[in-house]
């Protein structure tokens, strides 16, 4: 009896710990996200492709991708300033777990086994540059694919910091009907090979 006890206690602990640490990380991240517009860009942005892709009209599909085209800039500086701004995060607090679950503290209990948020960011930033600059002259509906596919993955990663990576996939699968695995193969080779790197995975 009293080994339950001891077990369901420690089990509360863990829990109310866990939860504490993730409400800190919910709102270090709202802090820096506050001030600019990204999570609603990427909900136009995904929206107007998906209108793009299902007109008929050639002349009405080509002005929807230039009506995207400013969303596109606007996406692409503004997640540029917040990498920029996440700089200033202490080290340590910037550390993200690359454990299945989350555990409290698991950032220093497990410090191998984590990735730095600040890199991350900065590597997102890179990748929708990539795209939306489009150097590489994609057609609008493969460069609208590439794009698609590292707003998700910028969106899994700040999901990942904030809670853990099993809630990061779920939430993607839930919220957008894909994995991580298809995510991370429709970025930009450049953006696949930092992130691999960064992450191990």
């Known amino acids: 009896m009293e080994l339950l006890f001891l077990a369901l206690a420690l089990g509360a602990g ?6 504490r640490e993730q409400q800190r990380r919910i709102q ?35 002005q929807i991708w230039n009506m995207l085209a400013s969303a596109e800039t606007e996406l692409r500086d503004q997640v540029r300033q917040l990498a920029a701004d996440v700089e200033s995060v202490w080290p340590d607090d910037a550390l993200v777990s690359t454990l299945p679950i989350a555990l409290p503290h698991a950032h220093k209990l497990f410090p191998r086994a984590t990735f730095d948020l600040r890199r991350a960011l900065a590597l997102h930033a890179a990748g929708i540059d990539t795209v939306v600059t489009n150097q590489a002259a994609r057609s609008a509906r493969d460069k609208a694919y590439m794009l698609s596919a ?32 298809q995510v991370l193969q429709a970025v930009s080779p450049q953006t696949r090979e930092a992130y691999r790197r960064l992450v191990g995975r």
């Not at 820096?32 to 008929?56: K, N, S, V, W």
């Not at 999901?159 to 779920?170: D, E, I, L, Q």
Request: aromatic content about 6%; glycine content about 2%; overall charge positive.
């Open 14 to 19: 863990l829990q109310i710990a866990k939860v």
């Open 28 to 62: 270090l991240l709202g802090r820096y996200l506050q001030p600019y517009r990204i999570e609603r860009l990427m909900e136009t942005l995904l929206d107007g492709y998906l209108r793009a892709l299902d007109e008929d009209d050639p002349s009405r599909r080509e």
């Open 150 to 181: 590292e707003m998700l993955l910028l969106q899994h990663t700040c999901h990942w910091f904030c809670r853990s990576r099993t809630v990061a996939n779920a939430r993607l699968r839930a919220r957008h009907h894909t994995t991580h695995a």
